[in-house]
């Protein structure tokens, strides 16, 4: 290896090292997202039928630019040589007639062209403008929506790994008690010292079962979410990833009023702005079918050109020679392409459409704010719950350790020590599935609000 290629290699190597210990670092809920808006293949799409509703809109604005429309051909046409008159005179009395094909076959060169301007065409192109536009705010906020969604994903996945890993601390806490427990009882029974019954084993051995059940449930909650959030984050399920918190916290508990959420809902759900769009656009489309019954006034040019090489060209201007000629010729005009019958029955399509849109914003004024009160009562609920609940483990805490204090000092049955490990581990493991639930109610209020917070 030259010396060229080792420092060549050891600056790729030392490029990369920032990069790499980028990589490793703790990930926050908040870069989680980040990721999830940037790398969700889902997002793109919706993103890309922006763009082709953008497309859309481009196409109904063409129609008020130049429209060219041309063709070019090659035939074959009757040859004729000489005059228009008997014997191929170019002078006389009587026409020719030496018949359709008299000396073969001529080739036939054709070009007709147009060149067309419109001009005014009674609201079609604005009308249909307005409607296209209203399909892109729709697609806009199908973008929106979808964002809400993964966001709201992604903190599901963050927020049931740190229960779950939390779940799975208390558990191998409680286990580590409870194997302590074990032992100072199989070693007195061991020693038939009377301080313990075999009852007392079975009492605990019980209470472990319980306790490995819930620690395999809580090891594979764990893995499943950690999985889920690689996925979401476009880590890959291969790849290592940390989360920044060490453990599950409550969040914030939201500062506005019910009311002030369900006024925020009806002004900034993605929802609310698509029906106004689509409202927008049907109104749009109906104004469109109405001002396909009028014309189209345009201007242009139009022209052609023809040439047959083995014909003698006609110079009579009172006699039109479609083989050999050449003409061009400002005009303006009026067009019209329609069928009644069609159009009326496509308006009034638009119109149930866009009444049918009317009774769709009448259900959403009141289905929105229910949504959001919805959310928000299980948000005060759960937040209540979880304030109790965080009391209740620190009791239950501190009555298991009270119990093993007393069950090795021979003073408490082995039972008790069981029910009290028990019931600690169910209060713990409640109170972070009730914080878990209430960080999610927070999301939830986010998503019925139209907010990414």
């Known amino acids: 290896m030259n010396k060229l290629l080792r420092f060549s290699l050891l600056a790729l190597g030392m490029a990369t090292l920032p990069a790499l210990a980028q990589a490793q670092q703790p990930m926050t809920l908040d870069q989680a997202i980040t990721l999830c808006l940037n790398a969700d293949p889902s997002i793109k799409e919706k993103q890309e039928l922006v763009e082709s509703a953008r497309a859309m809109l481009d196409e109904v604005t063409g129609h008020k630019g130049l429209m060219v429309s041309a063709n070019l051909f090659e035939g074959l046409a009757p040859e004729v040589n000489g005059g228009f008159y008997q014997g191929g005179a170019f002078s006389g009395t009587q026409p020719r007639t030496d018949g359709p094909y008299p ?119 764990e893995k499943i979410s950690m999985d889920g959030l690689k996925i979401l984050t476009g880590t890959g399920m291969d790849h290592p990833l940390e989360v920044a918190d060490d453990s599950l916290t409550a969040v914030p508990l939201p500062s506005g009023t019910l009311t002030d959420y369900q006024n925020q809902a009806l002004a900034d759900r993605p929802e609310m702005a698509q029906l106004e769009a689509g409202m927008r656009a049907r109104r749009a489309l109906v104004q469109a079918k109405k001002a396909d019954m009028y014309p189209n006034l345009y201007a242009g040019v139009i022209g052609e050109a023809n040439y047959a090489s083995n014909r003698t060209m006609l110079n009579n201007p009172f006699i039109y020679d479609p083989f050999n000629n050449a003409g061009l010729t400002p005009v303006i005009g009026i067009e019209w392409n329609m069928e009644p019958s069609v159009l009326a029955a496509q308006r009034a399509g638009q119109e149930a459409e866009l009444e ?33 609940l965080a009391k209740g483990a620190a009791a239950g805490r501190r009555w298991m350790i009270s119990e093993l204090a007393d069950f090795e000092a021979g003073l408490e049955k082995a039972d008790k020590v069981a029910d009290a490990l028990k019931s600690y581990a169910l209060t713990q493991a409640e109170y972070l599935q009730t914080v878990n639930d209430y960080n999610m109610d927070v999301a939830e209020l986010a998503v019925v609000t139209g907010t990414f917070k």
């Open 103 to 221: 000396g073969g076959l001529s080739d036939w060169t054709s070009l007709q062209f147009a060149i067309i301007k419109p001009l005014y065409t009674f609201g079609k192109v604005e009308a249909y403008s307005d409607a296209a536009q209203g399909n892109i705010d729709i697609k806009r906020q199908d973008v929106r929506l979808r964002q809400i969604e993964m966001v709201k994903k992604v903190k599901r996945a963050y927020y049931s790994y740190l229960t779950a890993r939390d779940l799975h601390r208390l558990l191998e806490d409680v286990q580590n008690h409870l194997n302590d427990a074990l032992t100072l009882v199989k070693k007195n029974l061991a020693d038939d010292n009377g301080q313990s019954r075999q009852s007392d084993l079975y009492a605990l051995q019980t209470a472990e079962g319980m306790l490995q059940k819930y620690l395999a449930q809580a090891a594979a909650v």
């Open 356 to 388: 049918a849109l009317n009774f769709k914003a009448q259900y959403a004024q009141a289905g929105i704010p229910f949504e959001v009160a919805e959310a928000w009562n299980h948000l005060q609920a759960d937040y209540e719950s979880q304030l109790q």
